[in-house]
């Protein structure tokens, strides 16, 4: 079913290291959005093995039990100059969310899967089964040819590892083989397939739909322009399509937005009103670098009985960067740190306030081709923090 889109735009003031947005409405609320860049928090040389690191797409998650109470991010990046060639999810804790507690460890590597290239290891937690849950957008090997490219000859999927902990996954695979299991394909038979949006939650403490909790929303690439978002409900035994919508689209920059935290609502689940948020970013080949300047606010995100998820809003909003030039904020795919579940809960009320952290990769590029830009090596993922308020 497609969805009427409703954009709007708002003027920012920025001042040095931190951004605010005049106040933005919706739904009989008010709501202020602002950030302040914090520092560094880590860079491509900690992660050792003598070779350049590339580093984009990170996934934080917040303290609480299933994490030791420690932050703890994941990323995938390369064990080798080659590509395609070996890659790794590596985990780093944190004390703080702001700087390291340690090195990276390698947690997962993509050779016993038959894949050649991954991104995106996003992980939710099944607290039910006490198990980790971590979905990985990638690309499969075919003979000696790496997938996933412009010809279609094998589109890019999401594959699964799980496990009791981060630290001892296993990737899902199919009977018998070394393939990674396709939990989520595109429906296309050309283009590159599902892309490096994709993002998953756990909607079962937050008012989800019992049978199936669990709920990803992800980009299909073979959707130019727009690259529309679909989301599948699922209990990790089928998967169930609940609705598509168009994200936010800036046909400028050629910058889409897709949703990557949902806020859980002081208004309460039944209500449908828990919305999501994602931070946009788009390269500029004139500069060489890559800039924030834009927020997606996706209301009722969250599927419930009876609802139809509508409305995307535009906010034009220049996220705070530990870097900036006189064009923008510096920040390739930024990306908030989420609880467990991939949620934000309320920090304080009165009003409802909600403050978590957005990780980037703010270093310069060599272009805005993905493959060359952030593939160099001379990467880190830096760290702002970011609050909304709703009135």
Known sequence: MRLVIAVQAFFVASVFAQTVTPPFSYGGHTY????????VFLTSSTIGGGV??????????????????????????????AYPGPEAVFMVTSDNGTTPSGTPTQILTNSPANVCDMIDARPIWDGSSSTWHVFIQVAPWMGLTCGGDPNGTAPNFIGEAAGPSLTSLSWILDNGTNNATQILHC??????????????????P????????????????A??????????????SSYNYAYDINPPWIAATGETITPDVILA????????????????????SSTNYSYMDN?????????????????????????????????????????????????????????????????????????????????SGNNRFSVSQITITQQ
């Open 265 to 284: 609502s002081p208004d309460g689940t039944s209500s449908g009103t828990n919305f999501g948020l994602g931070v946009g970013s788009y390269c500029n």
């Open 295 to 375: 927020i997606g606010f996706f209301a009722h995100i969250q599927p419930y009985p009876g609802s139809t998820p509508h409305d995307v809003l535009t906010v034009v909003y220049a996220t705070a960067s530990v870097s900036s030039d006189s064009t923008g904020q510096h920040g390739f795919t930024p990306r908030f740190a989420r609880n467990a579940y991939g949620y934000l809960d309320l920090t304080s009320t009165s009003p409802n306030t909600w403050t978590t952290y957005v990780y980037y990769d703010d270093a310069s590029v060599t272009g805005c081709n993905l493959g060359q830009s952030f593939k």
């Open 52 to 81: 350049a690191h590339w580093l984009y797409e990170p996934s934080v998650i917040t303290p609480s039990n299933a994490t030791n109470n420690q932050w703890v991010m994941l990323f995938a990046t390369n064990l080798s100059a």
């Open 32 to 39: 202020n959005i602002t950030s302040s860049s914090v520092g």
């Open 206 to 221: 937050y008012g989800g739909y019992p049978p199936t909790p669990y709920m990803t929303l992800y980009n299909n690439w």
């Open 223 to 236: 959707y130019v322009p727009g690259n529309q978002i679909f989301s599948y409900l699922t209990d990790f």
């Open 187 to 204: 429906d296309c038979t050309s283009g590159v397939g599902i892309g490096e949006g994709q993002q998953w939650f756990n909607t079962g």
